[in-house]
Nanobody, 127 residues
Framework: QKQLVESGGGLVQAGGSLRLSCVVS????????MAWFRQPPGKEREFVAA????????DYADSVKGQFTIYRDDAKNTVYLQMNSLKPEDTAVYYC????????????????????WGQGTQVTVSS
């Protein structure tokens, strides 16, 4: 069974940076569109960033454009989320997700399109 394992979360002061990692086991990231979602306390899960299977296209939520960067290292079966200039409102549980590349990347914002999910990693930004 495929597994996605996130790491890199933690407590950081506002203005700081974190890099989240998501390792795909029993498979290759090049077979999937990859994405990050987050769930702030008491709120619904929301889209953060996505990368098409080839890595040629990346998309971001308006709230993180210019602040977060998604990138992948297919040789390591790993996708990353570099988060800079963190704000308290970025506090959330961050989830990695994978969608098989046979499906349309145009649905990258829709959580229900992703079949595989990680367990989540907590990011807390203090003011």
């Amino acid at each position: 069974q495929k597994q996605l394992v996130e790491s890199g979360g933690g407590l950081v002061q506002a203005g700081g940076s974190l890099r989240l990692s998501c390792v795909v086991s029993r498979g290759s990231t090049s077979s999937y569109h990859m994405a990050w979602f987050r769930q702030p306390p008491g709120k619904e899960r929301e889209f953060v960033a996505a990368s098409s299977w080839s890595g040629s296209t990346s998309d971001y939520a308006d709230s993180v454009k210019g602040q977060f960067t998604i990138y992948r290292d297919d040789a390591k079966n790993t996708v990353y989320l570099q988060m800079n200039s963190l704000k308290p409102e970025d506090t959330a549980v961050y989830y990695c997700a994978a969608m098989e590349r046979q499906y349309s990347y145009s649905n990258y914002k829709i959580a229900g399109q992703y079949f595989y999910w990680g367990q989540g990693t907590q990011v807390t930004v203090s003011s």
